[in-house]
């Protein structure tokens, strides 16, 4: 029973365009959610979070957004750079502060 | 500079035998370090919370006498995968929350690379 979905398995994007990472999610008591970055053989690198009681953060290029009725949420990369390319995982936190994460997108930035 | 370190970062060994991987802290103490297993494109799936001083708390369906955890000190923790077979085969990581209770400050380790013949 996957909680937490990334139906994306890859993005192709190019250069200077906006990358949207999308994440779907099934249980209603998650509180908080978070974006990750993973290089291959690394462990995954923090990249920005949002609380439940919010639909928007922004943190420079990235801003996450989280619609609680649709139990949806997004990553966006504006401006793309080809550092960008990575496995990104959304993932969303349970009352007992573990992790649960989604399966990941492969994103690729072109230019 | 990397926060949570992990040895070995790849392990091949024989099925039958046992593995012990090490996850460290290095510049902040860890009550609690989490265990996870990544098969290839899938997820990263929680094995195990290890809780210093304490029991570790497995996830259900995970073996806890295959997956031993021992969290001997604030800065340390180890997963020991016993009679490995090559199914056990895998990408193992742990992380740590920084601030205690503060999911957003859990940094991980590079990830250990297992590979069972």
């Known amino acids: 029973d996957q909680q937490v979905k990334q139906n994306s398995p890859s993005l192709s994007v190019q250069e200077g365009r906006i990358s949207i990472l999308n994440c779907d999610y099934t249980?209603?008591?998650?509180?908080?959610f978070l974006w990750y970055k993973k290089y291959p053989a690394e462990g995954p690198t923090f990249l920005i979070s949002?609380?439940?009681?919010?639909d928007k953060n922004e943190d420079g290029r990235f801003t996450v957004f989280l619609n609680k009725s649709a139990k949806h949420l997004s990553l966006h990369i504006v401006p793309s750079q080809p550092g960008d390319s990575a496995v990104y995982f959304c993932?969303?936190?349970?009352?007992?502060?573990?992790?649960?994460f989604g399966t990941g997108t492969r994103l690729q930035v072109f230019p | 500079g990397a926060v949570v370190s992990q040895h070995p970062s790849r392990v091949i060994c024989k099925s039958g035998t046992s593995v012990k991987i090490e996850c460290r802290s290095l510049?902040?103490?860890?009550?609690?370090m989490f265990w996870y297993r990544q098969f290839p494109k899938q997820s990263l799936m929680l094995m195990a919370t290890?809780?210093?001083?304490?029991?570790?708390?497995?996830e259900q369906g995970v073996e806890k006498d295959k997956f031993l955890i021992n969290h001997a000190s604030l800065t340390l923790s180890t997963l020991t995968v016993t009679s490995a077979h090559p199914e056990d085969s895998s990408f193992y990581i742990c992380?740590?929350?920084?601030?205690?209770?503060?999911?957003?400050?859990?940094?991980f380790g590079p990830g250990t690379r297992l590979t069972v013949l």
């Open positions: 249980n209603s008591m998650f509180d908080y």
């Open positions: 949002i609380s439940s009681i919010k």
């Open positions: 510049d902040f103490q860890a009550t609690t």
């Open positions: 290890s809780n210093e001083g304490s029991k570790a708390t497995y």
């Open positions: 992380s740590a929350p920084r601030l205690a209770g503060h999911t957003d400050t859990q940094y």
């Open positions: 993932a969303a936190r349970s009352y007992t502060d573990k992790l649960i």
